[in-house]
């Protein structure tokens, strides 16, 4: 993958910003930080469209980067689940602003009703 | 593409993390954020391993999701120049929150300094 990068920004803002740009990996995290901790199958089933070779292969790299950690209780059987680090949860922050944004523009999206005659119907004569 | 979704998150804080997902929008957006507004060239030096024909693609994308504004001044010679939008411009809250949170990331990528001896050279004997 070539370099996305610019020599013009901060490069604390290009560090988050290239863990979102990855495909799945905001996703993830907020289902993390939503869920607490969850086993791969659980995670899986909450991110409809992704198959397990890239869930994995996206955990691994969380992992790497210290947001994610994996969790093995000894068995048997063996219960391995994820959760965030205190690095991961520091993402809460960027989740809330990601909402509020959205919201707007999501709301930007939509159109707005008609209004016309305020929204009432008119009588029938 | 394939929908990346998941139906027990925020659908704003989707659509927001969405604009991210894709290659070089955030990049975009908060080159325009510090810049006010810029030409396609200008913009495209401050972003140096992308393309004429990507930022053109990303740049579309962004104005039809009303992020980004194309504005024309009439000539000779005819100029154009980019800049955001108001809900554009709404991208710097979440901005802020990566760059505190990116802070934390490369700090924690990077290895701290060696104590040993409170960093001081010993004297040579």
């Known amino acids: 993958m070539k370099l996305r990068r610019s020599d013009h920004l901060?490069?604390?803002?290009?560090?988050?910003?290239?863990?979102?740009?990855?495909?799945?990996?905001?996703?993830?995290?907020?289902?993390?930080?939503?869920a607490g901790s969850l086993r791969f199958s659980a995670l899986r089933e909450q991110l409809a469209a992704m198959g397990d070779r890239m869930l994995s292969l996206r955990l691994k790299e969380l992992e790497t980067r210290g947001l994610v950690e994996r969790r093995v209780s000894p068995g048997p059987p063996v219960?391995?689940?994820?959760?965030?680090?205190?690095?991961?949860?520091?993402?809460?922050?960027?989740s809330a602003a990601l909402g509020r944004w959205g919201q707007r523009v999501n709301a930007a999206?939509?159109?707005?009703p008609r209004r016309g005659n305020g929204g009432r119907r008119r009588p029938n004569p």
Request: aromatic share 8%; with cysteine; glycine share 8%.
């Open 10 to 34: 901060c490069p604390n803002f290009q560090a988050a910003l290239d863990i979102l740009a990855r495909p799945w990996n905001g996703l993830i995290m907020a289902t993390l930080a939503d």
């Open 109 to 112: 999206a939509t159109p707005p």
């Open 79 to 94: 219960k391995v689940d994820y959760a965030l680090t205190e690095l991961g949860r520091g993402f809460g922050d960027v």
